[in-house]
C-alpha cells in the first residue's frame, strides 16, 4: 500500500524493475474492508444494471508469494479465508449475489486438482467440471 495515497498494488514495488519500496508497505486487508469493497462492486453494477445477477467467487490458486512473515501456505489460508467469509455475508445481503464454489470444488479433489508440472494451477479435468458445474447452474440455452 502506498503510505501517501493510501492505493493498493497488487505487486511488491521492484517486481517489474520498478521502485518504490520506501514508499510502500504491506496490508492486509480485513473482512470488513473486503466486505465494503464488494458491497461497493454490487453497488456500482446494480446502479447501471438494476436487473444485473452477480456471481463472486474465490479463485482455488494457491498464493505464489506473499508480502508478509507469515508462511505462505497460511497466508493463503488466511486471505482466502477472509475472502469467503466476505463473499457470504455479500451474498445474504443481496439478492442479486450468488456465491459459486470454484475454491471448494477443486480443494474438494485436492491433491488430485493440481497440475502435475507446478502444482499450483489447476488440472484441466476440474477446470472443465468446474466450468460444466457453472454453466448448469447459471447459463440458459437459448
Known amino acids: 500500500m502506498n503510505k501517501q495515497s493510501g492505493k493498493i498494488a497488487c505487486q511488491k514495488p521492484g517486481y517489474a524493475k520498478g521502485g518504490g519500496e520506501e514508499q510502500t508497505e504491506f496490508h492486509m486487508s480485513s473482512y470488513e474492508e473486503n466486505y465494503a469493497n464488494l ?8 446502479q447501471v444494471r438494476p436487473d444485473a445477477r452477480i456471481v463472486f467467487t474465490v479463485s482455488p490458486v494457491p498464493l ?23 463473499i ?22 485436492s491433491p488430485f486438482s493440481w497440475r502435475e508440472d507446478d502444482g ?15 454453466k448448469a447452474a447459471h447459463c440458459t440455452t437459448g
Do not use: C, Q
Open 39 to 46: 458491497r461497493r462492486i454490487v453497488e456500482i453494477i446494480t
Open 64 to 86: 505464489a508469494r506473499t508480502f508478509s512473515d507469515n508462511d505462505i501456505v497460511a497466508a493463503n489460508t488466511e486471505g482466502k479465508s477472509i475472502l469467503r467469509a466476505a
Open 88 to 109: 457470504g455475508a455479500i451474498a445474504r445481503d443481496f439478492d442479486a449475489v450468488t456465491y459459486f464454489p470454484s475454491y471448494e470444488l477443486v480443494m474438494a479433489n
Open 120 to 134: 499450483r494451477h489447476v488440472d484441466n479435468w476440474i477446470v472443465s467440471r468446474i466450468v460444466k458445474t457453472f
